[in-house]
């Protein structure tokens, strides 16, 4: 289970312009999660759990599943799954180390650089850091819009 935890820790979901950005020679369309190959590799091998079945948890194919063991990466919105699955046999919570986005020139560009995700991980982790809300809190982005007069966020805490 130790290495499961280490290789779910390892995981790094990177916006599609930070992927670019890091790997110029390969393009992509949405988030990614770096560390998949190496999930699986640990699911199959640790868990004892053939690619068949592996695909089965992540709902694709068995060819997908190969693509995330050759490139270590895949769409954020397909791992989803499989992420799940692993967070449930780990007791996690979320992601770990979602990605920082970098400096931009202004409010407005740092909130579009960031996905709806990464807004409820990071406030989440706020909340927690500096008020001492307990872990069990989950926050839910309900609404983000832009005004002359500012950038309104509506949150849902539990």
């Known amino acids: 289970m130790n290495s499961l935890a280490n290789a779910f820790k390892a995981l790094e979901v990177l916006t599609q312009d930070e992927f670019n950005r890091r790997f110029p020679q390969k393009h992509t ?3 990614v999660v770096l560390g998949m190959g190496e999930l699986v590799e640990v699911l199959k091998k640790d868990q004892g759990l053939s690619l068949r079945k592996i695909a089965e948890i992540a709902d694709v194919s068995v060819a997908g599943l190969d693509r995330w063991r050759n490139n270590g ?3 954020k919105k397909h791992c989803e799954k499989l992420i799940a699955h692993c967070q449930q046999l780990l007791g996690e919570s979320r992601l770990p180390h979602p ?3 970098a400096p931009a020139g202004s409010v407005a560009q ?3 650089a960031c996905s709806p995700a990464q807004l409820e991980a990071a406030i989440e982790r706020a909340l927690q850091a500096q008020l001492g ?3 069990s809190l989950e926050c839910t982005l ?3 819009e832009a005004g002359a007069d500012g950038h309104r966020l509506e949150i849902l805490i539990r």
Request: glycine share 12%.
């Open 29 to 31: 369309l949405g988030e």
């Open 73 to 75: 990466y895949g769409s």
């Open 99 to 101: 990605v920082a986005t």
């Open 110 to 112: 740092s909130l579009r």
């Open 133 to 135: 809300f307990p872990d």
């Open 142 to 144: 309900v609404r983000m």
